[in-house]
C-alpha cells in the first residue's frame, strides 16, 4: 500500500460490550438481553444482566426484551450477569 493511500474502511462499523471483564464483539448496534445472555458460557436459565450506570445513573436490571444500545455514546457498555436467586435449594 502506498504511503497515501488510506486503509480501505468496513463495509459496517464493529460493536463491542463486556460482560463481567470479558470482550465480546457484535456486527449490530443493539441486541436484546436475551440475545447478550445467549452467547455467555455460563449463563443459566432464569439468569438476568444488569447494565452499569453512567456518571451518577445507577446500575439497571435488565429483562430478557430490553435492547441494549452497543454504540459507544459514553463509552463501551459494560454488563454483569447476575444469577437467579434459588432460596432454600
Known amino acids: 500500500m502506498a504511503a497515501n493511500e488510506k486503509e480501505p474502511k468496513p463495509d459496517h462499523e464493529k460493536y463491542f460490550y463486556f460482560v463481567d471483564g470479558v470482550k465480546y464483539d457484535s456486527d449490530v448496534p443493539e441486541m436484546t438481553a ?43 457498555v459494560r454488563l454483569t450477569l447476575v444469577p437467579s436467586a434459588s432460596f432454600g435449594a
Open 34 to 76: 436475551a440475545d447478550i445472555k445467549a452467547r455467555l458460557p455460563n449463563a443459566e436459565p432464569g439468569d438476568k444482566l444488569s447494565i452499569d450506570g453512567h456518571g451518577d445513573d445507577p446500575d439497571r436490571l435488565l429483562n430478557d426484551t430490553d435492547m441494549v444500545d452497543l454504540r459507544k455514546d459514553k463509552g463501551p
